[in-house]
């Protein structure tokens, strides 16, 4: 297990370093490069030679990578041209929402999707497999986007069960030790903040749930369906095994192993910011302050937020990894 | 040696040689009848009808089957594989496929009818009264759940014992079936164990509810046989002791004749024949079970086999006594291998711990003389299969050459390689993953041709159909799916495929072992009437025995990667040097009936 661990961290290494060398090239690689690109219609060669030269830029390439390489050792991702605050402090910031957007979409999408895919599995060719396979394919269909549009018109807009916009209420005062707002309601015993903040949850967290609300049924039919078939569950109820055992034990543990590797998967993609869903609720988690950057060309951003999200993505993925160990013996061992 | 005094002592020492070796089932058997009454029988089938639910609408999978197993008795279904065997054995348990169900008859377990007894009286059955030991063990293990647990739950699912205790009551059990060290072993997973051992705590758990009637579903054949008949010895003893009543599923006749007092034979739905085990085997009434009697791979040697087919004159020629005889030294040897090892290297445990090597093949040298059969027979991780994989050139070895008509394999640029390629063919065990199921048949065999650019499509629709025809598959099959073909046809494409190139060359590995004997005696016809036309050179792997005896004219034994024995199958089938080999002759079931034929 440590041995795994230590392997991929080391493997991150390489990786990181690939992806940093793409990114300082792609910055280099624009039309006109950062320089015309920070200026925009202020740009004058006298002002881009300054400009240059306080960066530089007019250096040779290696020289400019090994002081970009060695800026980011020392945690300076460089600084936001939007905000002039420095990026790794805007991620900071802004990944404790995404991170609670993530977790809603993740109840929603496992608290539905496995107990759907598996009663479509237990009760195959039924109105309930049938439904799932709609529902399933409806959600996989649908543009997340339109699907935010679609609940926030419905459910805040015209309903008014939820508000339409940001983290919190406006009206609502709040303290934010650790920037999880939910987390910092309840430290804090602001109940109706918690509350507030869970309900600014709710719509983003479904819109963005939907996905792999769909993939985990749908995975969790195709396992289900396969195991229960198996013959070790045969054999298991020759030597008279009680249903519930049977369900819980040996068809639903065996059938988690491919949903766990697909939730995985899932988590990695929510981690990396939810750019669409939280456009159109306004939410500001990494996802829409990337958008915005993309938009205003804030280089900087660009550059630290992709590689942190890397980083992110990377050790979800071990993490994931490791916990197969905890489900499956078969893989401790080659771990 | 000549061969007529030597069939005359085979006949003449058949019959006491039976009955010693089989004594105590004869015996056993011979009480059961004497005191045979009402009370003594188990189970009776009666008029027992089992249905399918298609899309074609019902198919009978069994037909009117009637048979009777008494307490302490061995009842023993044979037949092929789609023959209705495991279909009958699973509407006794309640455990037939969804869309499967009783549509008439009995199935009387002491005094209740268990296809209308309730779904919650049948799970209250299984388990405690019934007990199952399933054919594969790879598959019947959960893999995540510790082997201990998995019997637990049943002791304590089925009220023997408490949850605390469960525990003490597995390691009794798993002791009992011979397995080393049970309390370590019971907090395994499957994965840590071996075949052999997960087969026992199958039996472990058939048994852990002390079953008056156990259902043995083929329970050894996926083993090796040294390994099969030591749990078969373990399983007929607890058995025995404990007077479980046992219905054993085979397609191995030897296995049937050993084990059973009685014998039933299916044959698509129908019990065809039913009786002793040694009158059904030695005087079969069916035609049915003649055919399969006559399709069991034969330990009598492929002199008896042609004196059977042909008639006596034709043994006596010369030119067949001369078969098997040691090959002379200036015989055409068209692959040497000298003094080859291979070393695979194991990663260490540790985070920076050093690899260590493991030794699979261990300096073996051979001879394969052209035209010839070369088998060689080994159990298991015996290295054997390395050692087909080197002079495919799949591997190559760490130490020793391999030279293939002069030429050393492995050493030209890759256009030799290529050539060589077209020269040396395999056919491996399993037909099923063997072939690429969105291939069709005439895809799959004109796939090398393709590959080593025959002709045009003319010429190689034509060479297809030459192919086809040799492996006798018809017009219509060429245009099928793996899916919709049988084991033995598969292995029909897998042959063509492999013929497709005209080798020289063909390496058999395992290629008839997944296959019923019926089918696999057809299989090995087919091959041994490639070799006369065509005149190929075959090395056979295989754990089979009785195989290689039917096909092969000389065998290497290997054992732990080394080659143990060598020499012509006649001389290593009747003087075995060693006790390895002695041990694996020993071990095939059935060995005795074969004598008494």
């Known amino acids: 297990m440590l041995r795994l661990i230590v392997q991929r961290l080391l493997l991150l290494i390489p990786l990181l370093l690939g992806l940093s060398i793409l990114l300082f090239g792609w910055v280099r690689a624009l039309p006109g490069g950062p320089v015309q690109a920070m200026l925009g219609e202020r740009y004058t060669p006298e002002a881009a030679a300054e400009i240059e030269a306080e960066m530089g830029l007019d250096q040779p390439l290696p020289v ?38 993530t977790v809603v979409a ?65 009206t609502m005062i709040a303290t934010h030790p650790t920037n999880f707002y939910v987390l910092d309601g309840l430290l804090t015993a602001e109940w109706d903040a918690a509350w507030d903040a869970l309900m600014h949850l709710i719509l983003p967290g479904i819109a963005l749930g939907t996905i792999p609300l769909a993939i985990v049924a749908r995975m969790t039919r195709a396992a289900v369906s396969e195991v229960q078939n198996a013959d070790y569950v045969r054999t298991a109820r020759a030597k008279g095994i009680k249903p519930a055992r049977l369900r819980s034990e040996h068809i639903l543990k065996n059938a988690m192993l491919p949903v766990v590797t697909t939730i995985g998967l899932q988590v990695g993609l929510l981690l990396s910011g939810a750019v669409l869903t939280e456009t159109v609720f306004a939410f500001s988690g990494i996802g829409s302050f990337l958008a915005n950057s993309v938009f205003r060309a804030d280089y900087p951003v660009m550059q630290g937020f992709i590689l942190l999200i890397a980083v992110v993505y990377a050790l979800v993925n071990l993490i994931v990894d490791v916990s197969y160990g905890l489900i499956d013996p078969r893989l401790r061992r080659q771990q | ?118 779904p919650q009286r049948m799970a209250q059955l299984r388990g405690t009264e019934l007990g199952l030991v399933p054919q594969d063990p790879m598959t019947n293990l959960d893999p995540i759940m510790q082997i201990g647990r998995q019997i637990d739950a049943g002791l304590i699912d089925n009220g023997l014992r408490t949850r605390r ?94 084990r059973a007092d009685t014998v039933v034979v299916m044959y698509r739905g129908d019990i065809v ?40 004159d034709e043994v006596l020629d010369d030119a067949l006594l001369a078969h098997g005889e040691e090959t002379t030294a200036e015989a055409d040897v068209l692959v040497s291998v000298k003094d ?71 050493a030209g640029n890759h256009r030799d390689q290529i050539a060589y390629r077209r020269r040396v063919q395999p ?40 192919l086809a025809d040799q492996v006798a598959l018809s017009k219509g099959q060429l245009q099928r799916f793996p899916a919709e073909l049988s084991g033995g046809q598969r292995q029909r494409v897998a042959i063509a495929r492999a013929l497709a190139l005209s080798p020289e060359l063909v390496v058999c590995d395992e290629a008839v072992s997944a296959l019923d004997v019926v089918v696999q005696a057809q299989i090995l016809q087919l091959l041994a009437g490639l070799q006369e036309n065509l005149g190929l050179t075959y090395l056979f792997i295989t754990h089979d025995l009785a195989v290689v005896r039917q ?12 080659v143990v024995e060598e020499g012509t199958v006649d001389s290593v089938f009747d003087s075995p040097a060693t006790a390895y080999t002695r041990a694996l002759l020993d071990a095939i079931p059935g060995k005795d009936l074969e004598l008494a034929l």
Request: hydrophobic share 40%.
């Open chain 2, 273 to 312: 024949e039913q009786g002793p085990a040694r009158q059904v085997l030695t005087a079969p009434q069916h035609e049915y079970t003649k055919r399969l009697m006559a399709a069991a791979p034969s330990l009598a040697s492929r002199r008896i086999e042609i004196a059977r087919e042909r008639g006596l």
């Open chain 2, 551 to 562: 096909i092969a004219d000389r065998v290497l034994v290997m054992q732990e990667g080394r």
């Open chain 2, 427 to 466: 056919v491996f065990q399993d037909p099923y993953s063997s072939l690429d199921p969105l291939y069709s048949v005439f895809r799959a065999i004109e796939e090398p041709l393709r590959a080593h650019d025959y002709g045009d499509a003319a010429a190689r629709r034509a060479r297809v159909e030459e």
């Open chain 2, 1 to 118: 040696m000549s061969d007529n005094p030597e069939k005359k002592t085979v006949k003449e020492t058949a019959e006491p040689t039976t009955a010693s070796s089989t004594g105590t089932s004869a015996a056993s058997s011979a009480e059961n009848s004497a005191e045979s009454s009402a009370e003594n029988v188990v189970l009776r089938v009666e008029n027992l009808c089992v249905d399918f639910r298609t899309e074609n609408g019902a198919a009978r999978a069994v037909s009117n089957a009637n048979l009777t197993v008494e307490r302490g008795q061995t009842v023993a279904i044979v037949g092929e594989s789609g023959s209705g065997k495991t279909t009958l054995a699973m509407a006794v348990l309640g455990l037939l496929a969804s869309n499967g169900s009783v549509a008439e008859g009995h199935i009387w377990f002491k005094d209740e009818d268990l296809g209308k007894v309730s």
């Open chain 2, 165 to 258: 205790d469960a525990r003490t009551r597995t390691v009794e059990l798993l002791d009992e079936v011979g397995l080393p060290d049970a309390r370590a072993r019971a907090a395994q997973y499957p994965h840590e164990f071996s075949g052999g051992m997960r087969q026992r705590a199958l039996i472990a758990m058939g048994l852990s509810g002390r079953p008056a009637l156990l259902v043995a579903d083929e329970p050894t054949s996926a083993l090796d046989v040294t390994v099969q008949r030591g749990i078969l010895d373990q399983l007929s003893g607890l058995t025995q002791e404990l007077g479980t009543a046992v219905l054993l599923i085979t397609h191995d006749l030897g296995l049937a004749a050993e």
């Open chain 1, 106 to 170: 993740l109840v929603f999408a496992i608290g539905i999707g496995i107990p759907l895919g598996y009663v479509a599995a237990r009760r195959s060719g039924s109105i309930i497999d049938h439904s799932a396979v709609v529902v399933s394919l409806i959600g996989v269909t649908v543009p997340v986007f339109f699907l935010a549009f679609i609940l926030k018109y419905i459910f805040a807009v015209e309903l008014g069960w939820f508000p339409t916009t940001g983290r919190q209420s406006a």
């Open chain 2, 340 to 410: 080859v090892s291979k070393v695979f290297s194991i990663r260490g445990k540790g985070l920076f711990s050093r690899s260590t090597g493991f030794t699979a093949v261990d300096g073996v040298s051979l001879d394969i003389p052209r035209g010839s059969t070369v088998a060689v027979v080994g159990e298991s991780g015996s290295g054997k299969s390395t050692l087909a994989r080197m002079i495919l050139d799949i591997e190559k070895p760490t130490t020793g050459s391999i030279t293939f008509d002069g030429g050393v394999v492995g």
């Open chain 1, 64 to 101: 400019q990578y090994g002081k970009y390489l060695l800026r980011l050792l020392q945690g300076d991702f460089g600084t936001s041209l939007q905000s002039g605050r420095p990026v790794l402090e805007e991620f900071i910031t802004r990944f404790p929402a995404t991170i609670e957007l």
